[in-house]
């Protein structure tokens, strides 16, 4: 399975220029036989959150239709990141995905709100668990975001039920760059499964964002990684790979929720 990635700078408050550098990132980058492209976090509207009442989308209106264009002109699912958005009174931070004839597949409000950037003064957290869902190749996978990966039990629920591929979306800080790859790189390793992950890269005027976006197969080694800069990284993913690490190491065979205090499947 072919998957692209495009890490790059995301302008903040510029909903329509950031959707013009996807599109070109798409007409320049995305190859015939690619079957997945991957979109960073928050690409509408970036880290200006004193912004988001005036550029968040509503319901994901605008930027539903725009990855739905996307997905049909080049027969691809994409993983579209997440935008700011408006549902009723709340903004939430909403990471989607569209299969390649234009259909939603997926749907998730971010749980986990960064204090450290003051997310939850702007932003309502979701209250729900991410979940598995089946991309047009047939594969299971799931999709959080950014300070979630933070919290492995996010990644259990959709990796228990058979998830293959965890996408993973971010504006992560250069300043915990190392956090990144050691989490993005434990994520895989304790659950036998491939991680992408597509970070933005740049500086927001406040914010030097790590760039480093990366793919890790299901032993934790990590296939490619991007640098700093603005790039398209493309990387085949073998998903026997996952059926035979789960044999060699059969985690979940080995859960015991029954006593796990916290921690439910």
């Given at each position: ?9 995301v ?5 329509n220029?950031?959707?013009k ?7 320049e980058n ?8 991957v ?18 989308d509503?319901?994901?209106d605008?930027?539903?239709?725009f990855?739905q264009s996307?997905?049909h002109q ?20 909403t990471?989607?995905?569209v ?7 997926y749907?998730?409000?971010k749980i ?26 047939n594969t ?12 492995p039990?996010?990644t ?11 996408f ?8 915990r ?10 994520r ?10 597509a970070n933005t890269?740049?500086s927001?005027?406040?914010t ?6 990366m793919?890790i ?5 990590i ?31 080995n859960?015991r929720p029954d006593?796990?205090?916290y921690f439910?499947?």
């Amino acid at each position: 399975m072919k998957v692209q990635i495009l890490q790059f700078n995301v302008k903040p408050q510029s909903p329509n220029e950031n959707a013009k550098k996807i599109t070109q990132l798409f007409s320049e980058n995305v190859s015939t036989d690619t079957d997945v492209v991957v979109l960073p976090e928050m690409w509408n509207n970036g880290y200006a959150l004193s912004s988001l009442n005036q550029c968040s989308d509503k319901n994901l209106d605008q930027s539903l239709k725009f990855i739905q264009s996307l997905a049909h002109q080049y027969n691809v699912d994409i993983i579209a990141g997440s935008v700011s958005n408006r549902v009723k009174e709340n903004i939430y931070n909403t990471a989607f995905a569209v299969n390649c004839e234009g259909q939603k597949i997926y749907e998730y409000h971010k749980i986990h709100l960064v204090p450290m950037l003051n997310e939850p003064q702007f932003l309502d957290a979701g209250e729900h668990v991410p979940y598995t869902f089946t991309l047009s190749n047939n594969t299971p996978v799931s999709q959080i975001i950014c300070y979630d990966l933070r919290f492995p039990e996010l990644t259990r629920y959709p990796a228990a039920s058979g998830a293959q591929i965890m996408f993973y979306v971010a504006q992560w800080p250069e300043v915990r760059q190392s956090h990144w790859r050691k989490l993005l790189q434990a994520r895989a390793i304790e659950n036998d499964m491939f991680v992408v992950a597509a970070n933005t890269c740049g500086s927001d005027g406040e914010t030097t964002f790590a760039g480093h976006s990366m793919v890790i197969n299901p032993n934790g080694d990590i296939l490619e990684e991007a640098n700093q800069g603005e790039t398209v990284l493309t990387v085949e993913l073998d998903l026997k790979e996952v059926e035979q690490q789960r044999k060699n190491i059969p985690v979940f065979d080995n859960l015991r929720p029954d006593i796990y205090q916290y921690f439910h499947i």
